[in-house]
């Protein structure tokens, strides 16, 4: 029997730590729990909300709905020769499927260690960071359809990966609720350390021949160095997603900025590190009120401790206004706002 709670506060289910209440809660613990939930009309059609690890997320006021918390936690691993089928529960917290791929010797997700959150949030979002996003190693993930009350299964090509986009942040928003993913790893790996500081950092750690264990450690060591821990200070990581733009416009903002961070995405598009943007605007560390940007890391917003999610909102506008203004590049939240 679920139990559904009510006037419920947020603040220990998003990384920010927004002091905000909802007026249903449940947690999801099994798949079946879903079909249990909406067998009952009223809340197929009541305003609800799909919670993962709450990292990617920032309340500017109550939530006058249901808040679904998924926890449905499971990991199963199967080997076909040099391929590995790797299953995972929606509230399996990332991290700890990516330390259990490491450890078995699974490759593909090591260089998307320590990203905040769950696993069913990685499709939706299409996580990704150092050169690798969850679609490169994505094989399906199971959904229960809440209009129909049916499982159903999505193949990569369902998806409609984007960058920090699928199908379920657009045309099949609010539809579907995902239960599990699996992903296709394998015994081979293919190390990647073209991106960011990783080739940097493991010369210096005098490692040549480097192994999915140290490409983690690696990524895990940057990310700490520039993230801040969301358990002492509220932060939902990157707050806006890196801009991408035609090369024309790199051209014309590299001869004023020749120092401009970037990187072809393909023949006609080019993108821009974010946090480069914002730093060169002056926002670095910048503290206004209970909210800021991160000492070490532009791209973070911070709550101070206190901040509202309004707070938050309306600093976020001045960057973007900012950061318009000096290059004429527009960018957007990667963060939902409730």
């Not at 991106?195 to 010369?203: D, F, K, N, P, V």
């Not at 490692?207 to 990310?223: H, W």
């Not at 939902?236 to 903002?253: D, M, R």
Request: charged share 20%; hydrophobic share 35%.
């Amino acid at each position: 029997m679920l139990n559904i709670l009510e006037n419920v506060s947020l603040k220990k289910y998003n990384s920010f730590g927004i002091n905000v209440n909802t007026r249903y809660f449940v947690e999801i613990n099994q798949k079946e729990d879903l079909v249990e939930l909406f067998s009952d009309e009223q809340w197929k059609s009541y305003p609800r909300l799909i919670l993962g690890g709450g990292s990617n997320i920032l309340f500017t006021k109550d939530y006058d709905g249901l808040i679904i918390k998924m926890n449905i936690k499971f990991i199963e691993s199967e080997i076909n020769g040099e391929n590995v089928s790797v299953n995972a529960g929606a509230g399996v917290v990332w991290n700890d499927l990516v330390t259990y791929c490491v450890n078995q010797g699974y490759a593909g997700i090591e260089n998307l260690s320590l990203i905040p959150g769950s696993v069913g949030a990685s499709p939706i979002q299409n996580i990704g960071a150092y050169g690798v996003e969850v679609k490169d190693v994505f094989d399906s993930c199971e959904t229960f359809e809440i209009e129909t009350g049916l499982f159903k299964t999505f193949s990569k090509n369902d998806c409609k990966f984007g960058y920090r986009e699928s199908v379920f942040k657009q045309e099949l928003k609010s539809k579907y609720i995902v239960c599990s993913v699996t992903y296709a790893l394998s015994l081979s790996p293919n190390i990647n350390t073209s991106y960011g500081a990783i080739s940097t950092e493991l010369e210096k750690r005098e490692v040549s021949k480097p192994t999915i264990k140290d490409v983690s450690e690696v990524v895990s060591s940057i990310r700490v160095s520039k993230l801040p821990d969301p358990s002492t200070i509220g932060n939902a990581g990157s707050f806006f997603k890196n801009p991408i733009i035609p090369h024309q416009k790199v051209e014309e903002l590299l001869s004023e900025y020749p120092d401009l961070v970037h990187y072809k995405v393909d023949e006609n598009n080019t993108k821009l590190a974010a946090g480069w943007l914002i730093e060169q605007c002056g926002w670095k560390g910048k503290v206004v009120g209970n909210t800021g940007t991160w000492k070490n890391q532009a791209l973070v917003l911070v709550n101070h401790g206190g901040a509202t999610g309004k707070e938050v909102f309306d600093f976020s506008d001045l960057i973007i206004s900012d950061v318009n203004k000096k290059f004429g590049v527009f960018l957007e939240r990667e963060v939902n706002i409730i």
